[in-house]
Structures are given as structure tokens and as C-alpha cells.
């Protein structure tokens, strides 16, 4: 792992540390200084869920499989998930209350007066958000978008899966993934793109060769394409020979034109080559269509107009609290199915989630493209 990704681990550990002792200290000062209870409970939380941190950011990928394994993941998620979710119930109590106070406003003013029903409240509020987290990046949904372009007929008309984020290892256990082939395959597609960040520094030996005998399984009439995604290079091993042994194509700002005639360009979005440079070099004609794979959906409205989809992930379907973040500064399509002038644009919620495995308030995906 990088110095970056530590850093960031120390960052997401004292977020915790934070974010339970401002609600602790300030709004139950009593509570932690005099109960025997708070001198116990709270010193001991906070022990074992940096600890989880520091375990799952250091030793992860080496740990076998097993309950250990899937147990500290869930601690680590728990603990950081329950003091951020709680921290920022608290901020939205503090703001409703100088509220309330500007415009003299009294209805329910008692409840978030009142520190220890609030504090009940949420907490069961994070269990519960928690719990739906759980639940939702386990469990794929899918969606289905059509996309009518002018330049696909009948006779180069795709079906298309989309998929990416994966992260095995901390993303998607081996349930997720044989949920996406058994979803995938019930589809009779063409095409498989698998839009990057397949593997992290959470990623094993065994996740990558589990990953790779599912990609392996997958049925379409034209195989599987794979450009990478940011979090690919902190993966312990190389990833590419796991995928081309599943049969899968790497494209990293290359083409591929497919039987149909429809030209496939995986775009590394970390380089300063641009989709155009891209055509130029490899003599792609303006009147032959284009779907471009790349990971970060940013950039993509400012493509040739023989680009007729783009797809992408990166976003994780725009997780809490990015849902009440302006995504858009970041992102041409945070997420979902978008339309620029005559060009789609697609980015799926992905198989997984990174660093945590939570997904809220949207569920993880296979997506389904039917362009025509």
C-alpha cells in the first residue's frame, strides 16, 4: 500500500475518533466522565475499531479466507460507519435547532432538545442505515437502459453488460460474483465491459483467481473488455495476467472493432492522451461508431460525435455523503443514464463499494445496455 493510502486510513481512523467524541464529550459530557459505563464502553469501542483499521489497512490481503477475514471487515465498517453516521445525525440536530431558533419555530422542538432520546434515536437510525448498507452491496440489482442512436442499425445493434468496481477482496465476496455471471449470462448478451478498479490493495491471491474464473464464465457473443480503473495499481499483484487467463481483453487507450463494425475504445482516464488522439492514431473514421470504456466518468462530454456511449464507474452510485455533495463538480454523469447531444453516457453503481463494505442509499448493479 502507498504512503497515500495509509495516510488516508489514518485520516478515515481519526474521522472516527472525531466524530464519536464530539457527540460524546460535548453533548454527554457527564456520561463519560462519570459513568462507569462511559469510562469502559467508549475507551474500548474506539480500541477495537482503529484497530480493525489499522488491521484491514495493513494485513488484510494476506489474511486467508474464512470468518476472520469477513468478521474484521464488518467491525472496521461498523465502527466508522456508525461514528460518521452519528456525527453527522448530530450536525443535522445542531442545524434544525438554530433553526428553530432564528425562526421562532416550536414543533417538535422538545425531541431534538432533548440529548438522550436524540442520541437513541441515532443510533438506531445508523444500525439501521448500517444494516441496509449491508444488505445492498451483497445483493446486485439489475438495470436496464435503451440507448437510440443514429449511427446503430440492425446490423451492428449491441447488447450490452456493464460492469465495474468490484474490489474484491473488501468489494465483492465470491456470492457477489457469482451473482453478476448468473445475472449476466440470463441476458444473452454481446458484450461485456467491465469499466475498471476490479482489485485494490485489499485484494488476495485467491480473490484475484476467484474473480478471474468467474470473468471466465461469462457468456456473450463478442467476450469481455477490461480497461482499468484508479485503484487497480495498489493491487499486491499484477492483475492483467489474471485477466487475459480468464480470456478477457485489455484495452488501455486502444481500440477494438468488433464483427458488427462497432468500434471499442478503452480510454485510461490517468493519461493525458485524449478519445480523439485516440481515433486519430489508430485511423478510425467519423462515420463509424464508437463506445468508449473508461473508468472516471469525467471528461466524456467533450468526445467526437461518432461516440455514441460511453461507459463508467468510479462512483459506487454516488454513496452517503456524496448524495448531498455537489456531484456534478466532480463528474460529468455521477450516475444513471444521461444524454449529451447525441451521445449517451452511462455509469453503473459497480459490484462493490472501496475501503468499506457499505453501500447507501443505492444498491450495487449489473447494467444493461441495449443500443441501437
Same mark, same amino acid.
Given at each position: 500500500?502507498?504512503?497515500?493510502?495509509?495516510?488516508?486510513?489514518?485520516?478515515?481512523?481519526?474521522?472516527?475518533?472525531?466524530?464519536?467524541?464530539?457527540?460524546?464529550?460535548?453533548?454527554?459530557? +457527564?456520561?463519560?466522565?462519570? =459513568?462507569?459505563?462511559?469510562?469502559?464502553?467508549?475507551?474500548?469501542?474506539?480500541?477495537?475499531?482503529?484497530?480493525?483499521?489499522?488491521?484491514?489497512?495493513?494485513?488484510?490481503?494476506?489474511?486467508?479466507?474464512?470468518?476472520?477475514?469477513?468478521?474484521?471487515?464488518?467491525?472496521?465498517?461498523?465502527?466508522?460507519?456508525?461514528?460518521?453516521?452519528?456525527?453527522?445525525?448530530?450536525?443535522?440536530?445542531?442545524?434544525?435547532?438554530? &433553526?428553530?431558533? &432564528?425562526?421562532?419555530?416550536?414543533?417538535?422542538?422538545?425531541?431534538?432538545?432533548? +440529548?438522550?432520546?436524540?442520541?437513541?434515536?441515532?443510533?438506531?437510525?445508523?444500525?439501521?442505515?448500517?444494516?441496509?448498507?449491508?444488505?445492498?452491496?451483497? %445483493?446486485?440489482?439489475?438495470?436496464?437502459?435503451?440507448?437510440? =442512436?443514429?449511427?446503430?442499425?440492425?446490423?451492428?445493434?449491441?447488447?450490452?453488460?456493464?460492469?465495474?468496481?468490484?474490489?474484491?477482496?473488501?468489494?465483492?465476496?465470491?456470492? &457477489?460474483?457469482?451473482?453478476?455471471?448468473?445475472?449476466?449470462?440470463?441476458?444473452?448478451?454481446?458484450?461485456?465491459?467491465?469499466?475498471?478498479?476490479?482489485?485494490?490493495?485489499?485484494?488476495?491471491?485467491?480473490?484475484?483467481?476467484?474473480?478471474?474464473?468467474?470473468?471466465?464464465?461469462?457468456?456473450?457473443?463478442?467476450?469481455?473488455?477490461?480497461?482499468?480503473?484508479?485503484?487497480?495499481?495498489?493491487?499486491?499483484?499484477?492483475?492483467?495476467?489474471?485477466?487475459?487467463?480468464?480470456?478477457?481483453?485489455?484495452?488501455?487507450?486502444?481500440?477494438?472493432?468488433?464483427?458488427?463494425?462497432?468500434?471499442?475504445?478503452?480510454? %485510461?482516464?490517468?493519461?493525458?492522451?485524449?478519445?480523439?488522439?485516440?481515433?486519430?492514431?489508430?485511423?478510425?473514421?467519423?462515420?463509424?461508431?464508437?463506445?468508449?470504456?473508461?473508468?472516471?466518468?469525467?471528461?466524456?462530454?467533450?468526445?467526437?460525435?461518432?461516440?455514441?456511449?460511453?461507459?463508467?464507474? %468510479?462512483?459506487?452510485?454516488?454513496?452517503?455523503?456524496? +448524495?448531498?455533495?455537489?456531484?456534478?463538480?466532480?463528474?460529468?454523469?455521477?450516475?444513471?443514464?444521461?444524454?449529451?447531444?447525441?451521445?449517451?453516457?452511462?455509469?453503473?453503481?459497480?459490484?462493490?463499494?472501496?475501503?468499506?463494505?457499505?453501500?447507501?442509499?443505492?444498491?450495487?448493479?449489473?447494467?444493461?445496455?441495449?443500443?441501437?
Amino acid at each position: 500500500m502507498s504512503t497515500l493510502h495509509i495516510v488516508a486510513w489514518i485520516g478515515m481512523s481519526l474521522t472516527a475518533f472525531i466524530g464519536m467524541t464530539i457527540f460524546i464529550y460535548l453533548e454527554h459530557p +457527564k456520561v463519560w466522565r462519570q =459513568s462507569k459505563f462511559g469510562k469502559v464502553i467508549f475507551p474500548v469501542s474506539h480500541f477495537i475499531g482503529i484497530l480493525s483499521l489499522i488491521l484491514v489497512s495493513t494485513i488484510y490481503s494476506e489474511i486467508e479466507d474464512g470468518f476472520f477475514r469477513t468478521a474484521l471487515l464488518y467491525v472496521e465498517t461498523t465502527y466508522f460507519g456508525i461514528m460518521v453516521l452519528m456525527l453527522a445525525i448530530y450536525l443535522l440536530r445542531h442545524f434544525i435547532l438554530l &433553526v428553530y431558533k &432564528v425562526f421562532k419555530i416550536n414543533r417538535f422542538k422538545n425531541f431534538f432538545c432533548h +440529548k438522550r432520546r436524540y442520541t437513541v434515536f441515532a443510533f438506531v437510525l445508523s444500525i439501521l442505515m448500517l444494516w441496509q448498507g449491508f444488505y445492498q452491496i451483497d %445483493h446486485l440489482k439489475l438495470r436496464e437502459y435503451d440507448a437510440d =442512436s443514429a449511427m446503430i442499425d440492425e446490423t451492428n445493434k449491441l447488447k450490452i453488460a456493464l460492469i465495474a468496481d468490484s474490489h474484491v477482496g473488501g468489494g465483492a465476496n465470491h456470492d &457477489v460474483l457469482d451473482q453478476m455471471v448468473e445475472m449476466i449470462n440470463s441476458q444473452n448478451v454481446d458484450v461485456v465491459l467491465f469499466a475498471g478498479d476490479a482489485s485494490d490493495s485489499l485484494s488476495s491471491t485467491s480473490d484475484l483467481k476467484y474473480l478471474s474464473s468467474s470473468l471466465q464464465k461469462l457468456k456473450s457473443t463478442y467476450g469481455v473488455f477490461y480497461t482499468s480503473g484508479n485503484h487497480d495499481k495498489e493491487t499486491n499483484q499484477e492483475l492483467y495476467p489474471y485477466l487475459e487467463s480468464a480470456g478477457v481483453t485489455v484495452l488501455e487507450d486502444e481500440v477494438y472493432t468488433l464483427e458488427n463494425g462497432v468500434v471499442l475504445l478503452g480510454h %485510461h482516464d490517468h493519461t493525458s492522451t485524449t478519445v480523439e488522439e485516440i481515433l486519430e492514431e489508430n485511423n478510425i473514421s467519423s462515420d463509424i461508431p464508437v463506445i468508449v470504456n473508461q473508468h472516471i466518468p469525467r471528461g466524456i462530454k467533450n468526445v467526437p460525435e461518432n461516440v455514441v456511449l460511453t461507459c463508467c464507474g %468510479h462512483t459506487h452510485g454516488m454513496n452517503f455523503p456524496w +448524495k448531498i455533495i455537489w456531484p456534478e463538480f466532480f463528474w460529468d454523469n455521477p450516475y444513471g443514464f444521461r444524454q449529451f447531444d447525441s451521445m449517451y453516457s452511462v455509469t453503473t453503481s459497480g459490484l462493490s463499494n472501496w475501503g468499506f463494505h457499505f453501500k447507501w442509499p443505492d444498491s450495487s448493479d449489473v447494467t444493461i445496455i441495449n443500443l441501437y
